[in-house]
């Protein structure tokens, strides 16, 4: 029935698998004939504080019994709030704009920047690297700042000024005098669970600042804890100028944010979103920090990553047959399989054994739980798995 009317009267832009959830708590989900899943993905990094969290549920709907949005022309005081808890956690002296999701924040992200390079001297900049594999957005200018020669088919024309780099270390060689910023995730997600190498990031970040140009670190997948600190910026141990947050932010509650130390670079009237940061959605934000920071500082998420990591690991010596290698952080894991095929069949087959797996990139069968999964669920869940590759 529901298939139907999808197929009736909703856009064919997904390639949806047939099956009807209806309802959730924390890592497992349950559908429509009863059947359990385990779920590995968290709606793609975004249900961070596990499905139907009662701490983010009530937050919501004192917030919503009271009011929804009134619209940024007034105070509002989760969204103030929300923002010092973001520039506070960060550990950046920055400030913060709020939209509704990641292509809308690093659309603010690629203004700020490129307003930066219009009003800071002569020759005015506007080019913005990116890498290859990278992955920024929907829109038609964040797919154009995407490195995926495949996302440039039919949309154009597209705006000028994105160039993209082979890897880390081409980027310098391609900065010229209207180069204004560079744009990076630190872990490719959509691509396929890309690290990039610590100490190269530091080189590039520390040449980067050398030479004026500004670093944006897209954080719409990796923010929030998922890679183990606040942000991977942390992690890498770097001082963005502008970095873009949404996934896992608002629990899912659409959320987007971009945040920057050139705090005086938009000015009243330059950038605007009419949804973004209203009650409901910095309401959630700010419990999904609560939540988080506390399982962060009492030790029990860091438990969780290698209790998870121990796991996965294990699973990836059982079955090597399958794969080539273990990749990622925190709860950002991928494992390569050896060729695409087996990770269609990989993921047709843990879909009917009841665990949510994802694909990224060609070849990397991607695992991203809610942050707060049990252990018993992390069991589970592999349990399920292996009885998926079992016969492959
Ligand atoms: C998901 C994602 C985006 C796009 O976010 P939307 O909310 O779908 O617009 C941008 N950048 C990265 C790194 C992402 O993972």
């Not at 989760?78 to 400030?95: F, I, N």
């Not at 204004?180 to 691509?191: C, S």
């Not at 796991?311 to 090597?320: A, D, G, M």
């Amino acid at each position: 029935m529901i298939k139907q009317l999808d197929d009736k009267y909703v856009l064919p832009t997904y390639a949806r698998q047939n099956i009807n959830f209806v309802e959730g708590k924390n890592a497992t989900l349950k559908d429509d004939k009863g059947d359990e899943y385990i779920d590995f993905t968290s709606g793609i990094a975004v249900v961070s504080v596990g499905h139907s969290n009662d701490r983010l549920n009530r937050a919501i709907s004192d917030q919503i019994a009271k009011m929804i949005h009134i619209s940024n022309l007034y105070q509002i005081e989760p969204q103030a709030k929300c923002a010092e808890r973001l520039v506070t956690l960060s550990g950046y002296d920055m400030k913060c704009f709020f939209g509704n999701s990641g292509a809308e924040a690093n659309e603010g992200a690629i203004k700020i920047a490129r307003k930066y390079g219009e009003v800071d001297g002569e020759p005015k900049r506007y080019k913005i690297i990116t890498l290859e594999h990278s992955f920024h957005g929907r829109t038609i200018t964040t797919v154009k700042a995407t490195g995926q020669e495949s996302m440039h088919n039919y949309f154009g024309p597209f705006p000028d000024g994105f160039v993209y780099a082979q890897n880390i270390e081409q980027i310098e060689s391609l900065i010229d005098e209207h180069t204004v910023a560079v744009m990076i995730e630190l872990v490719q997600g959509e691509g396929g669970v890309q690290p990039l190498d610590r100490q190269k990031v530091k080189v590039l970040a520390d040449m980067l600042k050398k030479k004026g140009v500004l670093l944006i670190v897209d954080e719409v997948q990796t923010g929030v804890y998922r890679t183990g600190e606040f942000l991977a910026s942390n992690l890498y141990d770097i001082e963005p100028d502008i970095i873009t947050l949404a996934k896992g932010l608002g629990g899912g509650v659409p959320i987007g944010v971009v945040m920057t130390s050139k705090k005086d670079v938009l000015k009243a009237g330059d950038h605007g979103s009419t949804f973004g940061g209203n009650y409901l959605s910095t309401t959630a934000g700010n419990t999904v920090l609560d939540i988080l920071s506390e399982l962060k500082d009492s030790g029990e998420l860091d438990h969780t990553f290698i209790y998870f990591e121990e796991q996965l690991n294990k699973f990836y010596e059982t079955n090597k047959r399958l794969f080539l290698d273990s990749v990622g952080f925190g709860l950002m894991r991928g494992l390569r399989v050896k060729d695409a095929d087996t990770l269609s069949l990989i993921i047709s087959s843990c879909s009917k054994e009841g665990v949510m797996v994802l694909k990224a990139g060609k070849n990397t069968l991607r695992f991203l739980p809610a942050l707060t999964i049990s252990k018993k669920e992390i069991d589970e869940g592999f349990k399920r798995l292996n009885k998926a590759v079992k016969d492959l």
